[in-house]
């Protein structure tokens, strides 16, 4: 069994501190860096890292190798765990993939995890489902007929509305939504979450493909797969910051 993980990854960086005041120049808080702070790969690497962390078989990526020199730092009030600013340096330093590089009867599964930032154009993504039967598709583009031979597609609620004017029955058909802590959503049917403490969703939606992707890979049953999506987005969103299973 081989999974690859398709798309644009970065460096997420999570600066924890004190809201102490507001500022007298701006009504902004002043926020005074602790001396806590995490780093870890984000994006499509963090889609990557969860399904290593799941499976015990390979997974490969595709991805941007200047990932480390973009950032996206947040600073994090230690009280509310609310955060005050997302400073993104490097955003327009992306690549463009070579999708036709790519060896794609190796793998039994692809996972687009697409940013929207150039990596991946339509085209791009239209071509890899074309070259394989088995796709999952996370994206922040509006759905099309560019995206009609992917198998799945992953979509929260958000996104759905914003890209619903260009559904067509055969692309709803393949769509799972995501609806936060109510769960998500394929063919009408509902699949439940139970109530939890909700510290941080940094990072749930590529929790959810991952585990999402990784399960129907081995069972070969999308119910079932999304049921387990929901256990392991439902366990990150306990927890500060963006983490793996």
């Known amino acids: 069994m081989r999974i690859l993980v398709i798309g644009e990854s970065c460096k997420d960086i999570y600066q924890y501190g004190d809201c102490v005041r507001l ?6 808080p002043v926020f005074r860096s602790g001396n806590l702070k995490t780093e870890n790969p984000g994006m499509a ?41 997302r400073i993104d340096e490097g955003d327009d ?17 692809i ?4 940013y929207n930032k150039g990596f991946l154009t339509e085209s791009d993504i239209e071509y890899v489902s074309n070259q394989h039967s088995t796709t999952f598709l996370d994206t ?11 198998k799945f597609i992953k979509i929260n609620e958000f996104e759905y509305e914003r890209t619903k004017h260009k559904l067509t029955p055969e692309l709803i058909e393949k769509m799972i939504i995501t609806l936060g802590p109510n769960g998500a959503r394929h063919k ?30 081995t069972t070969k049953d999308i119910f079932k797969a999304i049921e387990f999506a929901n256990e392991n987005a439902t366990k990150v969103v306990q927890r500060k910051g963006v983490s793996t299973i």
């Not at 996972?111 to 697409?114: F, R, Y």
């Not at 699949?191 to 939606?205: H, L, N, Y």
Request: one cysteine or more; hydrophobic letters at 35%; aromatic letters at 10%.
């Open 23 to 28: 500022c007298p120049e701006a009504p902004v």
């Open 45 to 85: 690497k963090n889609v990557w890292r969860n399904i290593k962390s799941l499976v015990d078989f390979d997974v490969d990526i595709e991805t941007n190798k200047n990932w480390l020199s973009i950032t996206k730092t947040r600073c994090v009030d230690n009280r509310t765990n609310y955060i005050i600013v």
């Open 93 to 109: 330093g992306y690549s463009r993939c070579d999708v036709k590089s790519i060896e794609y009867h190796k793998y039994d599964v």
């Open 111 to 114: 996972v687009i995890s697409d």
């Open 140 to 150: 922040k583009k509006i759905l099309g007929e560019w995206c009609k031979k992917i």
């Open 188 to 217: 009408g049917i509902g699949f439940p979450v139970p109530k939890v403490e909700i510290k941080d969703t940094s990072g749930a939606g590529d929790t959810f493909v991952a585990a999402l992707a990784s399960s129907y890979a």
